[in-house]
């Protein structure tokens, strides 16, 4: 061993105030950058040693979501291959599916991701790929792409029978994709979670594999760590999201749901209330069912309609009375709402007004996020800042 070597020691682990690195606000900070702990900090309502703790455990679920996310992404990848297999009849071929024209005009870009995948596989094994290596080796967004509308017809044909438990629309089952892909993503990136609806997500995982096989959502209820690991937030997060609604009081009040664009991004809550005409409504709903990217159409009101789920009835006559009041066909995010007098709904003793006047002084253009005791304790929308 070398002297410098020798004379070097241990590495420190705490500070001399006996703080270990690892909790100290100023070290972490400096490790991550102050941009990125910015909104842990906001979240801790600048405390700093609760932002490092949040910060902990926004590491710990995005861990556990990734984990849970290799089910779904090998569940996925493996059924959609599957069906390809007998689309493309590859076992009397002999050839990979993906090795021939499989996607029309963007049959181009498909060649490039599999000789991408190829490469690389080359590189590393200086060998030959197998068709499992180059199977393995594709990303989540190249099965993504496989279910965009330019390939409708090899849906219908193939690609509908890897999604059996599914609607059967190509649109309702890529939407959830494409949701998830994005969300990988963020976790890729390591992004900040505190303002994504976690639970949601996850629900969607679930969503996709009882889609496919309802053993495989069994198998993943049984092994995920996501719900212990939210369980142990730190910090409690606010619980009420106020969103701007001068269209949507009106339909609250006929339907006891709020309606949005579908893939609007919203944090986890509990409750909803609503801003409109200058104050924050009295109702304060809470949420019973979120639901995204539903077809608005005559069609789905007709099949919802008829059918024995009460939470299906439901959402047809939130539907049906939207269409009546405007709202045109297409594809909506659904919040199902309590009214006044459903348990866990909250009527405060008045609207909370909001006083600042002039352009751009709204209190919310889109959503914010109080807690529900905040309301029930404010006299003014300043009481929220």
Same mark, same amino acid.
């Given at each position: ?36 702990? $910015? ?9 700093? *040693? ?64 599999? *000789? ?25 967004? #190249? ?64 969503? !996709? ?59 986890? !809550? ?27 159409? *005559? ?23 939207? $269409? ?10 659904? #919040? ?50």
């Amino acid at each position: 061993m070398l002297e410098a070597e020798a004379d070097l020691g241990p590495v420190p682990t705490t500070l001399a105030s006996g703080m270990p690195f690892s909790h100290d606000p100023d070290v972490v900070e400096s490790l991550v950058s102050t941009g990125r702990f $910015r909104a842990y900090l906001s979240a801790a309502g600048d405390d700093r *040693e609760r932002a490092v703790a949040l910060y902990r455990w926004n590491v710990a679920v995005s861990a556990a979501c990734f984990e849970a996310f290799h089910y779904v992404e090998v569940v996925v990848r493996n059924s959609m291959d599957r069906e390809m297999q007998i689309h493309r009849q590859e076992e009397q071929s002999r050839i990979p599916w993906f090795l021939v024209p499989v996607v029309g005009k963007h049959q181009s870009s498909f060649d490039d991701s599999i *000789e991408r995948v190829r490469r690389r596989l080359r590189d590393q094994h200086h060998s030959r790929e197998t068709r499992d290596q180059i199977v393995a080796g594709t990303d989540f967004g #190249f099965w993504t792409a496989l279910l965009h509308s330019e390939n409708e017809e090899l849906w219908r044909s193939a690609l509908h029978k890897a999604f059996p438990g599914s609607s059967g629309k190509r649109k309702d089952v890529v939407a959830v994709l494409e949701a998830l892909r994005v969300f990988r993503n963020r976790l890729a990136h390591h992004d900040s979670l505190l303002a994504v609806d976690v639970p949601f997500r996850f629900n969607q995982m679930l969503q !996709v594999l009882r889609w496919v096989d309802p053993r495989a959502e069994q198998w993943l209820l049984a092994v995920e760590r996501i719900s212990e690991v939210l369980a142990r937030r730190p910090l409690a997060p606010r619980d009420t999201v106020i969103v701007a609604a001068r269209n949507a009081w009106p339909l609250y009040l006929e339907v006891g749901a709020y309606v949005c664009q579908a893939g609007r991004s919203f944090q986890s !809550v509990e409750y909803l209330a609503f801003y409109a005409d200058r104050e924050i409504k009295a109702e304060v709903a809470e949420v019973r069912h979120r639901l995204d990217n539903v077809e608005w159409s *005559e069609t789905e009101v007709n099949r919802l309609g008829s059918s024995d789920a009460d939470a299906d009835r439901r959402l047809a006559e939130i539907m049906s009375r939207s $269409r009546e009041l405007g709202w045109t066909d297409g594809r909506y995010q659904v #919040f199902v709402l309590t009214r006044p007098g459903d348990t866990g709904h909250l009527t405060l003793p008045g609207p909370v007004p909001h006083h600042p006047t002039g352009r751009g002084s709204a209190f919310t253009q889109g959503q914010r996020y109080t807690w529900r005791a905040a309301l029930r304790r404010a006299t003014s929308t300043g009481d929220l800042s």
